[in-house]
């Protein structure tokens, strides 16, 4: 009942910058938690950056300082803003959301997916 669609993927230089966003829509009550993690060939899906509803944010190590996650809770959409990107961000970025669909069930859904590829 809730779909998630990724856009702002492609392929950048390294130092360049991309920014993602990803949109929900369906049947949705609340939106708590969304985010974005990221899987690279031969490696598992691993935690880019998420945001809760009050804002609050974390990041995997390896973004910190380059990377910035926000939200417009009115539009439903969580985006990554991306800068000084390197190779190893090269990866299929995901999002994520923590969504109540009515009062008292919350599940988690994930977009398909877009690439990010980051050359040298």
């Known amino acids: 009942q809730v779909r998630l669609v990724e856009s702002g993927g492609g392929l950048v230089q390294a130092g360049g910058s991309l920014r993602l966003s990803c949109a929900a829509s369906?049947?949705?009550?609340?939106?708590?938690?969304m985010g974005w993690y990221r899987q690279a060939p031969g490696k598992q899906r691993d935690l880019v950056a998420t945001?809760?509803?009050?804002?609050?944010?974390n990041y995997a190590d390896s973004v910190k300082g380059r990377f910035t996650i926000s939200r417009d809770n009115a539009k439903n959409t969580v985006y990554l803003q991306m800068n000084s990107l390197k190779p190893e961000d090269t990866a299929v970025y995901y999002c994520y959301a923590e969504v109540s669909v009515r009062w008292g069930l919350r599940n988690h859904y994930w977009g398909q997916g877009t690439q990010v590829t980051v050359s040298s």
């Open positions: 945001i809760t509803s009050g804002l609050s944010t």
């Open positions: 369906g049947s949705i009550f609340s939106i708590n938690a």
